[in-house]
């Protein structure tokens, strides 16, 4: 088996059967530009311990070198007989610098402390790519509100109309949970910021290599303090993968919103040409298929988070081939969220809100009901009692097919001697809504308090 990691102590190479089970070079080749960083930040450790002379390290450097270019302009490829990445490039540097200075890079280094550094590597680069791309929608959410700063919508709980609210307030609503998953991007990216490499297979080198060099080397602030914990570990991919489902399930309750607002029925937005799509058979329709991908691939996001969980929580200390299975999730919650936010940014950038309808509809369904009951309350009647009055108010209305904004002061004063025509300074939706000036609260100079701190985050 020419090129393999290992074999002489096998008599025969490993069975067809084995190879197509065990190969994982159609997934692991995107670490090849990692796993060829780590190998010269160990080369360097390998030279400043003396294991390689200042020439060596220099010749084997250049080859390192020629193969990040070979598999950057593809010209590197892993072969079939390859099982892994790691195997590919040694065979590949070989090849460039001869068996005898390529057969060195080995010395006190495992696939199994290299994998766990790779994929680290791997995650703090595309979390930064993750970032960048949710604080791009968090922008376009930003813009939206500004442009909208004043408009009124109906508020909702169990998506039946309950209190008028800004649309800059909620669509604030929406970006707050993704500055969080900011936060957790960086939390977890300092959680992520220790080097495996220089743990051998499990129970550390006994060469005297620095693997504080080699984590500098890589980007990594440390060295992990336990090597078997360091080789075994893989709580940093499942809590990568937690954010990035997080994100998706973000990303799936304003898809759901958007959603449900380009419905006819309700008709408060509508999608730009070039952020929907239309049918095959009918011709009138203009779906808001970005909104529905986020949200169906938030399933896979959930499923990525749950299949690695389930693979990692009956492994014994300390590498065990199952860790393999880490790769093809985790890649997938990379590459899906790389797609899914440009896209959803550009459809938020570009919705068209008609806030002439969400207007129109605000005081529908006695949406006003609780400012009046707040009303009574600041003239000193206890909240059962003015909960009691406004109920009623809401009934009478009802009887008669008018809404809480059309009551004259005869019907008022029916209904409760308490209710005087001053209550109509908040039954119209701007009164419900300015009077909401408590923090965090819809009223305007609140909303916009609001938006300068969501920018300053
Ligand atoms: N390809 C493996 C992985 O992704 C790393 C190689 C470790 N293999 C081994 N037999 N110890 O985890």
């Known amino acids: 088996n020419e090129g393999a990691l290992w074999g002489a102590r096998f008599a025969s190479g490993p069975s067809p059967e084995l190879a197509a089970l065990s190969v994982s070079t159609h997934f692991d080749w995107v670490l090849a530009p990692y796993d060829i960083a780590g190998s010269h930040a160990h080369a360097k450790a390998l030279a400043a311990a003396g294991y390689l002379t200042a020439d060596e390290e220099q010749r084997m450097s250049a080859g390192l070198d020629r193969l990040r270019e070979a598999v950057r302009d593809g010209t590197l490829r892993p072969r079939p007989n390859d099982e892994d990445v790691h195997g590919a490039l040694e065979a590949a540097l070989i090849a460039a610098v001869g068996p005898e200075l390529g057969g060195k890079l080995r010395a006190g280094r495992s696939r199994n402390d290299q994998i766990a550094t790779l994929v680290r590597m791997y995650l703090v680069d595309h979390a930064a790519v993750i970032a960048r791309d949710v604080l791009r929608l968090i922008d376009a959410i930003v813009a939206q509100a500004e442009a909208h700063a004043d408009a009124i919508m109906p508020g909702r709980t169990h998506l039946q109309h309950a209190q008028p609210v800004l649309l800059a307030h909620h669509l604030q609503a929406h970006a707050w949970p993704l500055v969080r998953d900011l936060e957790r991007l960086r939390d977890w990216r300092a959680r992520a910021d220790a080097s495996p490499y220089g743990s051998g297979a499990l129970a550390g080198s006994t060469l005297g290599l620095d693997p504080a060099l080699v984590a500098r080397e890589v980007g990594l602030g440390r060295p992990t303090e336990n090597s078997i914990d360091g080789t075994a570990a893989r709580d940093v991919v499942a809590e ?16 759901e919103d958007i959603i449900v607002w380009n419905t006819r029925e309700f008709s408060y937005v509508t999608l730009d040409d070039g952020f929907s799509t239309g049918s095959s058979i009918m011709p009138q329709k203009k779906n808001p298929d970005i909104a529905e991908l986020a949200r169906g691939k938030t399933g896979r996001l959930i499923g990525n988070l749950t299949g690695l969980l389930t693979m990692l929580k009956g492994l014994p200390l300390a590498y065990n081939r199952d860790l393999q299975e880490d790769k093809e999730p985790i890649f997938d919650s990379v590459q899906t969220l790389e797609v899914v936010l440009p896209a959803f940014a550009g459809m938020v950038a570009t919705l068209r809100f008609d806030t002439e309808r969400m207007r129109e509809l605000a005081p529908a ?35 008669r097919g008018i809404g809480l904004e059309d009551v004259d002061d005869a019907l008022l ?32 100079g609140r909303v916009d308090e609001q938006r300068a701190e969501l920018v300053s985050r």
Do not use: K, M, N
């Open 240 to 255: 990568f993968a937690y954010v990035a489902a997080q994100i998706g399930v973000d990303l799936s309750r304003f898809a």
């Open 365 to 399: 369904g006695f949406s006003l009901a609780t400012d009046v009951a707040e009303w009574l309350v600041r003239r000193g009647i206890p909240f059962r009692d003015a909960h009691e009055i406004s109920g009623a108010l809401v009934r009478a209305c009802e009887e």
């Open 413 to 444: 004063t029916a209904v409760s001697p308490h209710l005087g025509p001053e209550v109509r300074s908040v039954l119209t939706v701007e009164g419900s809504v300015a009077s909401r000036s408590g923090v965090g609260g819809t009223a305007r």
